[in-house]
């Protein structure tokens, strides 16, 4: 099995900085993107930042310039740096990672349980 636990969610003042880690862990045999995703009560779920298996990184216009993505392929662990923070940022942000299982078999997404970023003003 293959299981995403995020970390580093928390309560935080506006203008703030909070850092997320998700560390992927089971039977992997390569990690192709990985993102994050955030949920606001009463919301869709929209992607925040991306990043490929190369470095290649995307982010939601909201949040450039203020969030940093980046991933430690060694450690199979995914971080989201974001500073200025505001309260329209307050969510659960959920990690996200595609990922091939066994040589020869297609990736499949998986998704952490997420965790719980609250931005006061």
């Known amino acids: 099995q293959v299981q995403l636990v995020e970390s580093g969610g928390g309560l935080v003042q506006a203008g703030g900085s909070l850092r997320l880690s998700c560390a992927a862990s089971?039977?992997?045999?390569?990690?192709?993107?990985m993102g994050w995703y955030r949920q606001a009560p009463g919301k869709q779920r929209e992607l925040v930042a991306l990043i490929t298996s190369g470095g290649i990184t995307n982010y939601a216009d909201s949040v450039k310039g203020r969030f940093t993505i980046s991933r430690d392929n060694a450690k199979n662990t995914v971080y989201l740096q974001m500073n200025s923070l505001k309260p329209e940022d307050t969510a659960v942000y959920y990690c996200n990672a595609d990922i091939i299982r066994t040589l020869g078999y297609n990736a499949m997404a998986y998704w952490g349980k997420g965790t719980l970023v609250t931005v006061s003003s």
């Open positions: 089971g039977s992997i045999f390569k990690i192709n993107a």
